[in-house]
């Protein structure tokens, strides 16, 4: 099975920075895509970024310029790296990975447990 676990979520004044992290382990033969989404309370879950295992990128409009995606393919690790954040930026965000089960040689796509950022002064 392939777990992930994410951190570094938490409370930052409007204008701050956070970093998060969204580790995978387990049976992981590959991993593919890594994506970062986010979903704030009365509203359905957003795609904020993804990068591919090449490394190419992709990110909302309402985070270019402030977010940055990175992988590190030896850590099976995603970073989503935050500047300038912005109150509408309170959410829960998700980490999603998608890969092939080195167990049974199949496509996953797993979500991580979800932690929580709140920009307010």
């Known amino acids: 099975q392939v777990q992930l676990v994410e951190s570094g979520g938490g409370l930052v004044q409007p204008g701050g920075s956070l970093r998060l992290s969204c580790a995978a382990s387990?049976?992981?033969?590959?991993?593919?895509?890594m994506a970062w989404y986010r979903q704030a309370p009365g509203k359905e879950r957003e795609l904020v970024a993804v990068i591919a295992r090449g490394g190419s990128t992709n990110y909302a409009d309402f985070v270019k310029g402030r977010f940055t995606i990175s992988r590190d393919n030896a850590k099976n690790t995603v970073y989503l790296q935050m500047n300038s954040l912005k109150p509408e930026d309170t959410a829960v965000y998700y980490c999603?990975?998608?890969?092939?089960?080195?167990?049974?040689?199949?496509?996953?796509?797993?979500w991580g447990q979800g932690t929580q950022v709140t920009v307010s002064s």
């Open positions: 387990g049976t992981i033969f590959r991993i593919n895509n």
């Open positions: 999603n990975i998608s890969g092939v089960d080195s167990r049974t040689w199949r496509q996953f796509n797993h």
